[in-house]
């Protein structure tokens, strides 16, 4: 079975910390060429794009619409079980592959592997792993700064959600080993075709099979898609503002253990303090669905070169916090 990880390597293995590579920039900007500026009173927004306005506004119309479709014509069982595996399916695709994985180098899937998660990520319509790995390396190179796409001084809704709308898309900048990535490339040329199929082709389908009208499906799928992307926002948000720092105080970033809806990635502090462990949650009891999914995938051969710190270096980062 074809892997994207080192041949030599066994399935399984813990390799230490290693510098993250150098990286393949291309310009961004995407939607226009002016960003939002400092001014003594504050920020100014001075930038606004478009696309992202229009894509946030239908899709919370129409999950607004999905409460009374709810209450006139409730929910099929069926239906029930479908969105929630899409919200999980979907989540995996996004914390495992284009976080864990593509992002940090924490951890190298089969190949296989790669092309299922690539599909499951696009039910989060959270764009193509490039833009997305994109972004989440400037948060990690310029947290709590400006350059900070996401960056939590300028508020909670800016961090949650007004970036999208109000920043320019940053430049293209992913790490040099995913440039011939034939998934990679593969997901983002097909990306708004499997967006299509899987966010409003298999919801109709799957309405109509149960005698439910088709535009229901449109309707609790656009639901699925916004609160699924308010879970994921809320890292940026809600795990950069309240919760707990027993990792680093360097950064904002919080371990949040009361919101478990983000699949592990609410373990925020731990992550920032340690970006490539392929752990988020490292205590005994900590809820880290990623993480179990990929030591299953290890114990199985699916993945390997699995990155973890040391006990000690742990201990030692939470002894300083004292």
């Given at each position: 079975?074809?892997s994207?990880?080192?041949?030599?390597?066994?399935?399984?293995?813990?390799?230490?910390?290693?510098?993250?590579?150098?990286?393949?920039?291309?310009?961004?900007?995407?939607?226009?060429?002016?960003?939002?500026?400092?001014?003594?009173?504050?920020?100014?927004?001075?930038?606004?794009?478009?696309?992202?306005?229009?894509?946030?506004?239908?899709?919370?119309?129409?999950?607004?619409?999905?409460?009374p479709?709810?209450?006139?014509?409730?929910?099929?069982?069926?239906?029930?079980?479908?969105?929630?595996?899409?919200?999980?399916?979907?989540?995996?695709?996004?914390?495992?592959?284009?976080?864990?994985?593509?992002?940090?180098?924490?951890?190298?899937?089969?190949?296989?592997?790669?092309?299922?998660?690539?599909?499951?990520?696009v039910?989060?319509?959270?764009?193509?792993?490039?833009?997305?790995?994109?972004?989440h390396?400037?948060?990690?190179q310029?947290?709590?700064?400006?350059?900070?796409?996401?960056?939590?001084?300028?508020?909670?809704?800016?961090?949650?959600?007004?970036?999208?709308?109000?920043?320019?898309?940053?430049?293209?900048?992913?790490?040099?080993?995913?440039?011939?990535?034939?998934?990679?490339?593969?997901?983002?040329?097909?990306?708004?075709?499997?967006?299509?199929?899987?966010?409003?082709?298999?919801?109709?389908?799957?309405?109509?099979?149960?005698?439910?009208?088709?535009?229901?499906?449109?309707?609790?799928?656009?639901?699925?898609?916004?609160?699924?992307?308010?879970?994921?926002?809320?890292?940026?948000?809600?795990?950069?503002?309240?919760?707990?720092?027993?990792?680093?105080?360097?950064?904002?970033?919080?371990?949040?253990?009361?919101?478990?809806?983000?699949?592990?990635?609410?373990?925020?502090?731990?992550?920032?303090?340690?970006?490539?462990?392929?752990?988020?949650?490292?205590?005994?009891?900590?809820?880290?669905?990623?993480k179990?999914?990929?030591?299953?995938?290890?114990?199985?051969?699916?993945?390997?070169?699995?990155?973890?710190?040391?006990?000690?270096?742990?201990?030692?980062?939470?002894?300083?916090?004292?």
């Amino acid at each position: 079975m074809e892997s994207s990880a080192a041949p030599h390597e066994a399935a399984g293995t813990v390799r230490a910390w290693t510098p993250i590579p150098a990286r393949h920039r291309e310009p961004g900007n995407a939607g226009g060429t002016v960003e939002a500026t400092a001014t003594a009173a504050g920020w100014a927004i001075t930038f606004v794009h478009y696309p992202a306005l229009v894509f946030l506004a239908v899709t919370h119309l129409l999950a607004l619409g999905s409460i009374p479709f709810l209450y006139f014509h409730g929910i099929h069982i069926g239906e029930a079980i479908f969105y929630f595996a899409t919200y999980l399916l979907g989540g995996f695709g996004i914390t495992a592959l284009y976080h864990r994985a593509w992002t940090h180098n924490a951890v190298c899937f089969a190949r296989p592997v790669e092309y299922i998660l690539a599909i499951f990520a696009v039910f989060m319509l959270q764009m193509p792993a490039r833009q997305w790995i994109s972004t989440h390396v400037l948060h990690h190179q310029h947290t709590d700064s400006d350059d900070d796409p996401y960056n939590i001084q300028r508020g909670f809704w800016w961090a949650h959600f007004e970036w999208i709308i109000f920043s320019p898309v940053p430049a293209i900048e992913v790490p040099a080993r995913l440039n011939d990535n034939p998934v990679v490339l593969w997901q983002e040329r097909y990306y708004w075709v499997l967006s299509a199929l899987l966010n409003v082709g298999l919801p109709i389908c799957l309405s109509v099979a149960i005698g439910s009208p088709w535009w229901g499906g449109v309707l609790l799928s656009a639901l699925r898609v916004v609160l699924s992307n308010h879970v994921i926002y809320a890292v940026n948000s809600v795990c950069h503002m309240w919760g707990v720092r027993p990792f680093t105080r360097d950064v904002s970033a919080r371990d949040v253990w009361w919101f478990p809806f983000t699949l592990g990635e609410q373990y925020h502090n731990y992550h920032h303090a340690f970006p490539r462990d392929y752990r988020h949650g490292v205590g005994r009891y900590a809820f880290d669905p990623t993480k179990w999914l990929i030591n299953i995938l290890a114990r199985v051969g699916l993945a390997r070169n699995l990155v973890a710190m040391s006990d000690s270096r742990i201990a030692a980062a939470k002894q300083l916090m004292l």
